[in-house]
């Protein structure tokens, strides 16, 4: 990596903040990022362009900067929001940058299996710094509590002692959603996209814990990583959530290392991350260092209040539900997404036009999937393809005419194996807005 200090110094990322303080002295990096100067007692001496730049960085002043210590790096540098990893993809709408997260519009999400480009990113942290420097070298992952024989596993050891699979398989934002209940739900206002599909690569989480030997005692599993709380706080934990130990031991869950053929990038959890189908994406830990099984139900962070929980029986919008009445989201509700054409699309009144998407849901496999043109009052079957695995979301496709010139809007709905359907409005409010599997709908205009 070289550095030339007439660069503009604005333009350094926190990453390349932090690999310039590793490869140059700390006197020689002060320089080449804020053109800071040592002084005779060891202070950073920054003058006016380099107070400015490193202020700009930071977005705001630094009122005590004559007391910083030569060869500091800014604690907002030390550990960033992995912000700068967002480039590498491709039109998503960016939420919030601490902790990162954005989402995919619809019609971009048209493959089969999602690129890493188009993957939407949920992060309840910081982005650790092995996943940054893509450094897996030293890598355990844990397995205790109550188990016969705890285990601490090297990737090479799970590669290596148990059998490899690969499957595709969606994975959702409990709070996909959100942004349609009325009145607001606090959080991360997702639209339709915080969905996706890809291609996991690993082992299955039930033959891990089947070499531990889980105890009949096991009631619930809690999950563990090493991101970084927002605060820089080492001691605290980001989230911990875990799933039912007879949940946990279903066949198509899994320990990946590898998404669509690669090691899994850093947003979405190098170098190791649970995958849990069905459930909401909370319950799959990205940066996975240990399974803690429990004797009675996880209560880690972000597994007890109102974090990933839903009213015990149906309220009216805006009720103020007692903690004590609020149950754990558990499996994803039947979903459908129109995926082509983009929303706004013009197309020939009287001529088919092709209308498709995906739909998945978190028992299995979905039934039927339906469209309407006439906002709901009519429903045409539509063709649905099988999944190439159970827990991947399965493409449909139909061909719709628009009678005459005008708007018109396309919806989407699916039916999953149990024939339940979504329905057409935003279904039971709660007090978090997890769970909204309202039919999504385009709009289309024919001329």
Not at 116 to 142: C, K, M
Not at 176 to 204: C, D, H, K, L, M
Not at 207 to 218: I, M, R
Not at 319 to 339: A, F, G, N, Q, R
Request: proline share 7%.
């Amino acid at each position: 990596m070289s550095h030339d200090s007439s660069k503009d110094k604005t333009a350094l990322t926190p990453h390349e903040i932090r690999a310039l303080y590793q490869e140059r002295t700390p006197e020689e990096a002060d320089w080449l990022a804020f053109g800071r100067r040592v002084s005779a007692d060891r202070r950073g001496f920054l003058k006016n362009a380099g107070l400015a730049t490193m202020g700009a960085m930071l977005g705001a002043a630094i009122p005590f900067h004559r007391n910083m210590p030569a060869g500091l790096i800014p604690a907002a540098f030390a550990q960033d929001s992995g912000a700068d990893l967002m480039q590498a993809k491709d039109g998503l709408t960016l939420l919030n940058d601490r902790p990162l997260n954005a989402e995919t519009p619809a019609h971009l999400l048209d493959d089969d299996i999602t690129p890493y480009a188009r993957h939407f990113v949920r992060s309840n942290g910081l982005i650790p710094q092995t996943a940054l420097d893509q450094n897996a070298e030293n890598w355990t992952l844990t397995i205790d509590g109550e188990v016969e024989k705890p285990l601490k596993l090297t990737i090479a050891e799970l590669k290596n002692e148990f059998e490899t699979v690969t499957q595709q398989m969606w994975l959702e934002c409990g709070g996909n959603g959100r942004a349609y209940f009325q009145p607001g739900a606090s959080g991360n206002q997702w639209s339709v996209g915080a969905i996706a599909n890809a291609e996991w690569t690993g082992v299955r989480l039930k033959d891990v814990l089947n070499a531990a030997g889980v105890k009949s005692s096991a009631v619930y599993t809690g999950h563990y990583g090493n991101d970084v709380h927002l605060s820089g706080d080492p001691e605290k934990v980001v989230i911990s959530r875990g799933v039912p130990i007879d949940k946990a031991m279903e066949a198509e869950n899994l320990i990946a290392w590898a998404m669509n053929g690669e090691p899994v990038p850093a947003l979405h959890g190098f170098p190791l991350r649970l995958l849990i189908t069905g459930y909401p994406g909370s319950a799959s830990q990205k940066f996975l260092t240990r399974i803690w099984v429990r004797d009675k139900v996880h209560d880690g962070s972000k597994m007890t209040g109102y974090s990933y929980r839903l009213p015990a029986y149906p309220v009216a919008p805006g009720t103020e539900v007692p903690e004590s009445d609020m149950e754990i989201l558990t499996v994803m509700p039947v979903k459908s997404l129109i995926t082509f054409p983009e929303t706004g699309v013009k197309v020939p009144a009287g001529q088919p036009a092709e209308v498709r998407g995906h739909a998945w849901a978190g028992n299995g496999d979905v039934k039927a999937m339906h469209v309407s043109i006439d906002f709901g009052q009519t429903w045409a079957e539509a063709r649905l393809d099988p999944p190439p695995n159970k827990y991947a979301w399965q493409r449909w496709r139909a061909d719709i005419t628009l009678p005459e010139a005008g708007y018109y809007e396309v919806w989407a709905r699916a039916t999953d194996k149990d024939g339940k359907m979504q329905p057409p409005v935003v279904p039971g409010w709660n007090p978090r807005g997890y769970g909204n599997n309202m039919c999504h709908r385009i709009a289309v205009f024919a001329a």
